[in-house]
């Protein structure tokens, strides 16, 4: 089951994305429930502790703004796959602030949105996946989203994500389980593209002020990984 909100301050707005949702699960067969939600601080009085699994968010709403809601609900939930939906195209780098999936222009055109639904499944299930970390002290199950970049010394390697988890495994084991949103920097380093900021010729910036350094020949490899990401 597969528990959707539709937050838009347009009551019509809201009944015409209803319809192409339940039409998209019609044809790709899963179960869904549907929310609707008028603003963002409805959404946030009523669902706070039962929130969706794919968010679509109108940004242009009375009172709180979409952009703002989903700052709010990122700070405690990192699982849920937002979708914007907005008359204009100037909100794209802020929707990458929140890590949202994909943002989808009005009038929403339904093969557009049963893409990105597809992508919101599949999605939802990588961001289930975990690693198993066996550590000298302990045992973690990690989930693979939280993880910044992976960095080997010796015969160590490091997985850094909220706290840092450092085992003796060969670096290609741990690669043979990530997915694609991770890239093999150079001998030493995996760096997971949703956490990259900025990129030089020289080095790979990550959120929270870390970096990487890149190898001679490494920064095309990269960007084209980062553009791919992002289609």
């Not at 968010?55 to 979409?66: C, K, Q, R, T």
């Not at 009005?106 to 299930?125: C, G």
């Amino acid at each position: 089951m597969l528990n959707f909100t539709l937050c838009d301050d347009s009551a019509a707005e809201r009944e015409y994305i209803k319809a192409l949702v339940f039409e998209w699960s019609k044809r790709s067969g899963a179960e869904i429930s549907v929310r609707e939600c008028p603003s963002a601080e409805a959404l946030l009085f009523e669902y706070e502790d039962n929130l969706p699994d794919i968010l679509l968010l109108d940004i242009e709403m009375s009172g709180m703004s979409g952009v703002e809601l989903a700052k709010k609900l990122r700070l405690d939930n990192k699982l849920m796959q937002i979708i914007f939906i907005t008359a204009y195209s100037d909100y794209i780098v802020e929707g990458y602030d929140v890590a949202a999936l994909h943002y989808l222009l009005k009038p929403v055109d339904s093969a557009k949105l049963f893409s990105v639904l597809d992508r919101a499944v599949e999605k939802i299930a990588d961001d289930g996946r975990k690693l198993l970390l066996e550590t000298p002290d302990e045992t973690v199950l990690l989930p693979i989203y939280e993880i910044s970049h992976i960095e080997v010394i010796k015969n160590y390697v490091t997985v850094h994500a909220s706290r840092d988890y450092t085992l003796k495994k060969p670096l290609k084991e741990i690669e043979a389980e990530l997915d694609e949103r991770f890239i093999r920097v150079g001998r030493s380093y995996i760096v997971n593209l949703g956490f990259i900021t900025r990129v030089t010729k020289t080095e790979v910036y990550l959120k929270g002020g870390e970096s990487v350094p890149l190898p001679r020949g490494g920064y095309e490899k990269v960007n084209r990984a980062i553009i791919s990401m992002k289609k």
